[in-house]
């Protein structure tokens, strides 16, 4: 049951971005279509690298090159945004899922994964902005921000259960 409600809602996001890419003048070709989807489907943050290694396994046809010129338009035409993490990599999600106000996401130290649009994380925490500060930044630093992200770091699920099972084999 939840399953269908789940692919009615993947297809209405999809023809949201479909529709996107129609109303800025652009045709939906194969590859726009397909790195739609997979960004759509994805539970994770994905490097082009990570989209491209998708896109394969729905059309081994279409390359490397294209998936970074489809992505880099989608990201023009405000499909796609990008975000630069703490690991200094950049990720791509779907825009509206970018609008979101804080970005709050986990790094797991061991294995690098990253843990994001987590219930459990965004209700631990409650940040706010000081009355404009976007502005008292830009006028006292000199610096622009567009937007802050909250980051925290440790250990995920599966690499504390795999240390304690570690842990306990080693005595
Ligand atoms: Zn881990």
Redesign the pocket.
């Known amino acids: 049951m939840s399953e269908s409600n789940n692919d009615t809602e993947e297809r209405e996001r999809e023809k949201f971005y479909e529709d996107r890419i129609g109303s800025s003048g652009f045709k939906i070709t194969k590859p726009r279509d397909i790195i739609i989807k997979v960004l759509s489907r994805s539970s994770k943050l994905m490097t082009a690298d990570d989209i491209y290694l998708e896109v394969k396994k729905e059309d081994p046809a279409v390359g490397v090159a294209t998936v970074y010129r489809t992505v880099e338009l989608l990201t023009r035409l405000k499909i796609v945004c990008r975000r630069i993490l703490g690991s200094g990599r950049s990720y791509y999600m779907l825009s509206r899922e970018c609008a979101r106000e804080t970005f709050i996401y986990m790094i ?1 130290d ?2 690098k ?1 990253i843990i994001t649009n987590n219930k459990c994380l965004n209700s631990a925490v409650k940040v706010r902005l000081r009355e404009n500060a976007e502005e008292s930044i830009l006028k006292n630093c000199n610096l622009k921000i567009d937007n802050y992200q909250i980051l925290f770091t440790g ?2 699920d ?2 504390r259960k795999s240390m304690k099972k570690q842990k306990k084999s080693s005595r």
């Open positions: 797991c061991n294995c994964k250990l995920c599966e690499c």
